[in-house]
């Protein structure tokens, strides 16, 4: 079991078409493990993993695994609301998957007001490219493109495998660095009636001794 | 010069009386510095005669001690309560600030400047043999005898020290005994940079900075201040400054320099006053210097463990790391116990654990499904002439009806089919439960947790701590809970999307698992009750605690399951209208 202490809460949603990979990335980066199959996502999963940014705080991330399918848009849009990241999630080798990825950055945009998330642009299946072409599988989104989209919409953009591992802690760990440094730099506050961030049981009061910290460093540098 | 070495010893022992000081005063006046001239050829000879007579002064001294200790509290009271301020005081500053010019001076003319400067030496050489013996600097004033001692010494090489006027070779030979702080007051001021201990260091930045002495200038001005106002007490020290001041040219020092002419006068003033008040003065300044001495060394450098190490007095600095790596380990210890109490806390915190098995959030996304549904509802309403309004709030009613928990009967609590396991039979009566729903829903992990929980109480040591029994249930209670609420939400969110509602069917259904589920909960709490009533254990009260507590966490677990229930009543509700 992992160590229960944590610092913050951070809640992250994971949106992008069904079948791209968003349940196999949340499953490798909690269990470790990769399943060739799995049944489609119901609604919405929960999976959640305790991290540590880089001054060492502990970050316990509630990751929130949307249902792809259309029929579950419906209820997925009631999910946004208490986010503070959202990755954006589509499969290289699957060209619309990266097409709808406005689609789903808008909708969750949307939903997300009056907050503004952290988003990351998330390439999933890596590891089907450069293999030879009996699966099927094919480099349809090149990562020029992909990272383009991203500089233009203010997004980080990595690409990584659920199979092989690569870059999964990355993507997580490069969104709750973000929204770690947005809360140092006061943007955002953990306030009631809102749960993308939460303060952790470790620390009850931790966000004000957080701010105070920030202040007192501040004031030094003036 | 021999006689004149006698003489001054007499003359310093007599000296610790008042009624003779003016008189030494003249006759120092007069002999001292005109024989200068002559001493600073005779060093040499005069250290041979002297090693020598060092001995029957100080038992000629030993008299004047009494005295000292006699008219010495009056002194230093005074001192203490500062009612006189201008000799004494101003006598310390001044004759350590003459340690400075003195340096550059002595170097053109080696004269009085050297005596005092001996004499410093001296009183930094007693004050570092009371550190080496006490190693306490506080405890220099409590150690009077020691202090006896050594000012004995002081008083010897005051004496002697005040009618030498090249005591350079003096110091040097007669102080073999007096320790290396002398020596490396000397040299350092020299140049015999060689001798220059850690110790001597620390000595000369004394010296030099320290004392609590007011600058030259500050001292200088005092000095013309009280000239001008003519203090009576300054009155002995005006003949000693002109005196200084005919003194220096003959020296060949600087002329216009009224600084250290004024510097000069104190050593002269020093020299002659040596009495009691010399003495009671030196003991002050001795135990001012002991202490600032330790200060300096320790300076950054408590108990002076990096200076002895450096100086190799030490066994090395072995201790000091093994204390480091002892405290170190302390503290990480008792970090790792806080850390530890907070996971224990954690560990039978049953909300907490709620939260972990993902409880909550199902809870919290089926409370936003619910949310959104009821305000849809409300939207259709809106748009409705009130007479259909009426309706729709009455189906609403119905519905919420069905939903209505049932009463408590104990009736239908048939034993399990023959040949079924407990877990499967819990299985069953869930599917039962919901085989109206018409959907899929996924009871494996709940049956799973079932099994997993009745193998635990099966297998488990029966010497158990009543502890971990409790552990156990409230996390199994809380695991078992999380699980039911996944289900309501799953079974909400497959509701939202089902394409064909039976609303009454599905209400049924509902309802019915919701009895299964509450069921189910109390059949835990009761198992592990079982258990801790099974363990034989003399502390009766805790297990009773710990059984009042389970039964309480069961009821805690029933709400949410019951609360779950009605955030779906919505989403029932809403296939109706």
Redesign the interface.
Known sequence: MVDPIFDYQFRLILIGDSTVGKSSLLKYFTDGKFAELSDPTVGVDFFARIIEVQDGTRIKLQLWDTAGQERFRSITKSYYRNSVGALLVYDVCNRSSFEHIPLWMMEAKRHIEPHRPVFALVGCKIDLVGTDNKNGARREVTCEEARMFAEENGLHHVETSAKTGLNVEEAFVLVAQEVYNRIQTGEYKVEDGWDGIKTGFNRPNGMDFNLLEAETVQSTCC | MPSSDSEDFESADEGQTHTERKERKKRLSSSNYSENALESDSGPKETSTLTGKVEKPKAKTTDGWDDFDIDNPEESNTEVKSKEPSPKEEKQPKAKEETQPKAKENVKSQDTGWDDFDDWGQDDVISKNEMEQTSKPVNQSSNQQQTDRDIKEVTDRLASASTKGNSWGWGWGVDSLLSTATAGITTATAGFTTLTSQVSQGISTVLESGIGAPDPEELARKNNKEADTSAPKVEDTKPDEVKAKEDQPNAGANDGAFPFGSLLSGVTKFVETTGTKVIAGGLDTLETIGKKTMEVLQDGDPGLAKKRAMLGLDSGDKPVLSQILREAKAKAEEEDKV?EE??EA?EVHYE?LFD?F?GL??L??LE??S??VTMRIEERMRGLDPEKRQDIKETLQQVAELCEMPEEDDEDDEPPSEGMSKPDAFHEKLQTATQDLGLKLVFQPLVKQYTDVLDWLDSSDPDIGEKAVYKRAVSSLAQCTALAVLVY??AA??L??KPRRSTADEADALTQMTVVLTKHISELATLFTEKLNSISSENKEQINNHITNIFLEAGNSSTYIQNAFQLALPILQIGAV
């Open positions: 850390r907070k996971r954690k907490n972990d993902e959030v199902h919290e996304a936003m499904l949310r959104q939400h799953k969110e497959m939202l999307v």
